[in-house]
């Protein structure tokens, strides 16, 4: 999941920006760009022209890792990638990333992992994006009503009839990640899970714990949602609320707000001496450091316009100092 909370007021030309990097999905033959496109809010507050303007300043610094999901905009951001490839970007040099298991029925909030359900969403997916396949496609988030087992024959499903690459999971624990990887290693045949992709920034290093040692132990790969923190670690929110933010929005203001707090605001804060220190933004400080965490194969980024998502490509030129980095890691610690 993105959270379109990139807030960077630098906007570089294309060309002061270098290629992306590339690295492999977890133990696995799958190269992504080390960074993200997060497209949560495409064909919802993101629009058709908005969108365009992101793909291209992507594409053009890099960037091959696209991320959606079959629930954001109930399918409008599919739809609207769908649109898009073949004429902003050629299909072979992208990396489309999807996800099932969320969706809105009746207008509330429904998750389902059954294999029924999975499989009709890919193939609604895969109509929605125009393509034959997809590179990675993930399970959205875990449901204790449905067996395991009969959620991970979805992804072999996917894999053996050629409609997905790779599979992967998505807001798992570490137990849930562990227990579901080993039973695609235990079996024969099965596909085996690439990565998860979790919540991770300063301000929340939850996963530290459990979920980036079962990733490491099982050679899946990380792919944070959120790495700037819902988007408080720009620092847009260091004096009020701005009327254009998330947090101002009636969709993300709880989702924000809860982020708003005085132990958050000492991070926001040493973030903000750090930029000042490297002459960067706080933006490209956050996102630099959970980038180049261990572990962690691409943070994904949403931006609301393309100058937002131009400041995060910046990131591509920076690599922290080691004290700043322990700076930061022990002042956004559980224990500060």
């Not at 769908?82 to 299909?91: K, T």
């Not at 998502?309 to 591509?316: P, W």
Request: charged content about 20%; glycine content about 10%; overall charge negative.
């Amino acid at each position: 999941m993105s959270d379109g909370e990139a807030n960077g007021p630098i906007e570089p030309t294309l060309d002061s920006v270098p290629s992306m990097q590339q690295r492999f999905l977890g133990r696995t033959g799958l190269k992504v760009s080390r960074l993200g496109l997060g497209t949560l809010t495409w064909g919802r507050d993101t629009d058709e022209h908005e969108a365009r303007d992101q793909l291209v300043a992507f594409a053009e610094a890099g960037g091959t890792l696209i991320d959606t999901a079959a629930g954001y905009g109930d399918g409008a951001s599919e739809e609207l990638i769908g649109s898009l490839i073949g004429d902003v970007v050629a299909r072979e040099d992208v990396v489309i990333a999807t996800k099932a298991g969320i969706s809105r029925a009746r207008g509330a909030r429904e998750t389902n992992t059954s294999r029924g359900f999975l499989i009709s969403t890919l193939d609604a997916s895969l109509k929605r994006l125009g393509v034959d396949h997809v590179d990675l496609w993930q399970v959205h988030t875990w449901v204790d009503d449905v067996p395991l087992e009969e959620t991970l024959t979805a992804l072999d499903y996917a894999v053996t009839t050629g409609r997905a690459s790779y599979v992967g999971v998505s807001n798992y624990t570490g137990w849930q990640s562990a227990q579901a990887a080993t039973w695609q290693r235990a079996v024969p045949g099965r596909a085996a899970l690439a990565s998860n992709q979790v919540e991770y920034s300063l301000l929340n290093r939850a996963v530290e714990t459990e979920v980036l040692p079962a990733a490491e132990a099982m050679g899946m790969g990380v792919l944070p949602w959120s790495p700037l923190g819902r988007g408080v670690l720009t620092g847009k929110y260091r004096t009020g609320t701005p009327a254009d933010s998330r947090a101002a929005s009636p969709h993300f203001s709880n989702f924000v707000g809860a982020y708003l707090t005085e132990r958050n605001a000492r991070v926001v804060e040493a973030v903000a001496r750090a930029a000042d220190g490297l002459s960067w933004s706080p933006l490209e400080v956050a996102l630099t450091w959970v980038r180049d965490r261990p572990g962690v194969t691409a943070p994904i980024v949403g931006a609301r316009t393309a100058a937002q998502l131009r400041g995060s490509l910046t990131v591509e030129e920076c690599e922290l100092p080691e004290e700043i980095i322990e700076a930061l890691d022990d002042v956004s610690s559980d224990e500060s």
